[in-house]
Nanobody, 124 residues
Framework: QVQLVESGGGLVQAGGSLRLSCAAS????????MGWFRQAPGKEREILAG????????YYADSVKGRFTISRDNGKNTLYLQMNNLKPEDTAVYYC?????????????????WGQGTQVTVSS
């Protein structure tokens, strides 16, 4: 099972940018479909973006389409989320997730491994 560690969260003003990283352990990183989720206080965890094992195709939720970009560097076993034009409603804990082949990367219950989460706070 892959182990995931996120980094890159923090406090940013509205309109600003952040890049999240997710470092994965293990030698089977390319076998996993990867995704980014977020969870705001009092809300359910929601899928933001997903990417297949070798970098494409990708999926984006409507709420982040055109502002966020998911990518992966399989040589570094790392997943990224570039977030631009951030809004106060983007404030949440962000999680990276790995889903085994056959699983649905956009379904919370199908996720095989979760990172510990990183806080993103966007001030107005």
């Amino acid at each position: 099972q892959v182990q995931l560690v996120e980094s890159g969260g923090g406090l940013v003003q509205a309109g600003g940018s952040l890049r999240l990283s997710c470092a994965a352990s293990g030698r089977t990183f390319t076998s996993y479909r990867m995704g980014w989720f977020r969870q705001a206080p009092g809300k359910e965890r929601e899928i933001l973006a997903g990417i297949s094992g070798f970098g494409g195709p990708t999926y984006y939720a409507d709420s982040v389409k055109g502002r966020f970009t998911i990518s992966r560097d399989n040589g570094k076993n790392t997943l990224y989320l570039q977030m631009n034009n951030l809004k106060p409603e983007d404030t949440a804990v962000y999680y990276c997730a790995a889903t085994s082949p056959g699983g649905r990367y956009y379904v919370v219950s199908d996720v095989s491994s979760w990172g510990q989460g990183t806080q993103v706070t966007v001030s107005s």
